[in-house]
């Protein structure tokens, strides 16, 4: 935290204005994230946090990070921000227009990816929406996009979905291609006839989140790869320069 050299400054004031700052701006805040910015200790985080809470400037939600309360609302200097899927609309649409392929926005839960947007193609052989849908992360592009932001710990705690050791030790070999390349691939791994690209968007009000391009397994020779992923890394890049994501705390709570 920059440090303030007026001599009439109150630190504690100037503290607790502080978080209001960050709490209008953000729309949530753990006490870490608090603690780190403010430059002080958790503990203390946590008072200055729960004294705004019982003046109704904040509210104590899941996974104890806190939101604007009722009195912040109050001044209008704050509003809801805006849902996961409103703010990446535009991006989708625009991969959309970009690839003229099937594209998705999914969000990981725990082993799993759900869809819960998409645009669909419009060739007559095309891959449909799966909006709604829930399948394994480490069997999606996406998910394995998702799964390649955790430590090696972290995705060995959603072992179970995985199978045996022998499947687990080919997951890491191919999450570490996930790395090096930064997008993951599915080939019919999630669907017969289906070959899907995806990237990871990182976790945005602590959903995380991926972007994916899907089409039929038959035109995936004839697909000019490098192009189609440098136009999907490029919009998950221009969405996380937009929204700035921020990893939670506790990685592996995703909602």
Known sequence: MEQNSDPYRIEAVDRALT??????????????????????????????????????FAVRGER???????????LSVVEDPPPLTDRV?????????????TVHLMVRVGPEVRFVDGVEGRQPLRV?????????????????AMLADLTAAEVEALREPHGPAA???ALTGELDAVRRRNYGLNHDE????VTAL???????????????????SVRFAALD?????????????????????????????TQ
Do not use: N
């Not at 609309?89 to 392929?101: A, C, H, N, S, T």
């Not at 449909?128 to 394995?144: I, N, Q, V, Y």
């Not at 995806?198 to 039929?216: E, F, M, Q, Y």
């Open 64 to 74: 104890r990070r806190y939101r604007p309360g009722p009195a912040l609302r109050g």
């Open 190 to 193: 999630s669907e017969a006839g």
């Open 128 to 144: 449909g929406l799966r909006t709604g849908a829930r399948m394994p992360a480490h069997r999606t592009s996406g998910g394995k």
């Open 167 to 169: 499947g687990r030790a």
């Open 198 to 216: 995806g990237a990871s968007l990182g976790w945005i009000d602590g959903r995380h989140a991926a972007l994916t391009v899907a089409l039929p």
């Open 89 to 101: 609309r535009p991006y989708l649409e625009r991969l959309f227009d970009e690839v003229g392929e």
């Open 225 to 253: 790869v490098d192009a189609v992923t440098e136009r999907l890394l490029r919009v998950c890049a221009d969405v996380r320069l937009r929204w700035t994501p921020r990893r939670p705390p506790s990685p592996q709570q």
């Open 19 to 56: 978080l209001l700052s960050l709490l209008a701006e953000r729309g949530q805040l753990s006490v870490t994230e608090a603690g780190r910015e403010l430059g002080i200790a958790p503990s203390s985080a946590h008072r200055l946090l729960s004294t705004l809470s019982h003046r109704g």
